[in-house]
């Protein structure tokens, strides 16, 4: 299968600052990156769609002022939290879509803890 | 009525037999179908896609597609404990572009 990567894995910050989480897929164009969120014992939670080169698609009840994401060229795609404040600790996936692909292919996850 | 819908178990079998993972959808206009696997702390991984009706083999993994009773189920055969896990059953669902998740059932498979 196709292989997605993320960083950083984990990382720490305090409240109020902002974090940027990578995404890239590693041998295949994503001309479709997906970033879920997780938090503990529950389901995936999709918060947008992005397409590179075009401005992302937010679900509902996900601030796009606070989750910026921009998908710049069709191998990364960028996830940053604006303020991150405790209640954004969670467990963050990007996955990415080839061209004329239906499979989708997830990144191994970047851990938040804003303490 | 949800999506895509999944017992969230936990589903026991003991190791070496055969785990029976099911799943429903409410959209009949769904095309294609996958199970994922993920393991607590992980992200999922995809193990199978099924876009058409019957059986798919993989391993010892094998997806059935039945479209006209709108249901996607995953056999596993041979049993082993490291696929404890919780299978994740997608759909296209609504003509769109994104996958619609069920919540998941976790299996447990007992030495």
């Known amino acids: 299968g196709a292989v997605v990567s993320q960083h950083p894995s984990w990382v720490i910050c305090k409240s109020g600052t902002s974090v940027k989480i990578e995404c890239r897929s590693l041998?295949?164009?994503?001309?479709?990156m997906f970033w879920y969120r997780q938090f503990p014992k529950q389901s995936l939670m999709l918060m947008a769609t992005?397409?590179?080169?075009?401005?992302?698609?937010?679900e509902q009840g996900v601030e796009k002022d606070k989750f910026l994401i921009n998908h710049a060229s069709l191998t990364l795609s960028t996830l940053t939290v604006t303020s991150a404040h405790p209640e954004d600790s969670s467990f963050y996936i990007c996955?990415?879509?080839?061209?004329?692909?239906?499979?989708?292919?997830f990144g191994p996850g970047t851990r938040l803890t804003v303490t | 009525q949800k999506e895509v819908e999944q017992n969230s178990g936990p589903l026991s079998v003991p190791e070496g037999a055969i785990a029976s993972l099911n799943c429903t959808y409410s959209?009949?206009?769904?095309?294609?179908f996958f199970w994922y696997r993920q393991y607590s702390g992980k992200s999922p991984e995809l193990i199978m896609s099924?876009?058409?009706?019957g059986d798919q083999e993989d391993g010892r993994f094998t997806a059935q597609l039945n479209k006209a009773s709108q249901y996607v189920s995953l056999l596993i055969r041979d049993s082993q404990p490291s696929d404890s896990a919780t299978y994740l059953c997608?759909?296209?669902?609504?003509?769109?572009?994104?996958?619609?998740f069920g919540t998941g059932t976790q299996l447990k498979v007992e030495l």
């Open positions: 996955s990415a879509r080839g061209h004329l692909s239906y499979e989708q292919y």
């Open positions: 041998d295949f164009q994503a001309t479709t």
């Open positions: 992005s397409n590179e080169g075009s401005k992302a698609t937010y």
């Open positions: 959209d009949r206009g769904s095309q294609s």
């Open positions: 099924i876009y058409s009706n």
């Open positions: 997608a759909a296209f669902t609504g003509g769109g572009n994104k996958l619609t």
